[in-house]
């Protein structure tokens, strides 16, 4: 726990680590509001909510993940490469779509959890992938009991967010299932990157085939305020539209 805590205080930028919580926060939210629409709506739109609420949590999961990336301190990050930084996008908006489209397809069942635990799961994979395409002047090492336990916390909390939206017991559940999914992206990546060592080595540093740090925070600012605007416009549509009818 200490390790963690060290991890966070003293190995990322404090400012880059406030912009990552204010996205998390506000994708978790909405992701939830309207994961709780998909579960309200018939017909086909319901696979417009659903394809949404995946969009924005796999977008939100993918930004934080790069404005932590940017907020952590190494001077042995050259870049990311381009397919797989697009590849972890993908995973994160296919794998927490197909977790929600799961959770949604029931009533009662486990089916809820289920779809839950694949939520979690699609933020891992999104974050090791993420991992993957990072360029270092060095060699990356990872802790695996630090790695597993990220992975177990990331499930177990996705597994409690879509259990708080389907299996509501007072009128804040939806706040603690964005809770849950705000500590299941931060709890994946501090854990993790607890592990995470980096042996400098004197490698080729040619950098001329990556992204730079400046150009993926540009991505993400505009990944995630197109994503979020586009969900906001629409929700509030819809809103308007069930008030007057």
Known sequence: MLSVLSCIAFEHDPLFLALAVIILTVGSILTMRLYARVRHTSGNLRYLWLFLSGLIAGGTIWSTHFVAMLAYSSPFILGYHLGLTVLSLLVGVAGTTFGLFVSSLTRHSVLIEAGGLIFGASIAAMHFIGIEAMQVAGIVTMSMPFAIVSVVLA???????????????????????????????????????????????????????????QLVGIAVVFTMSVLLLSAMITYSIDMANSEET
Do not use: K, Y
């Open 155 to 213: 499930c177990g909390l996705g597994m409690l967010a879509t259990n708080r939206i389907a299996r509501p017991r007072t009128r804040f559940c939806q706040h603690w299932a964005a809770g849950s999914f705000v500590l299941a992206v931060a709890c994946l990546h501090f854990v993790a990157m607890t592990g995470l060592e980096i042996i400098p080595l004197r490698l080729d540093d040619n950098t001329s085939n990556l992204i730079s740090n």
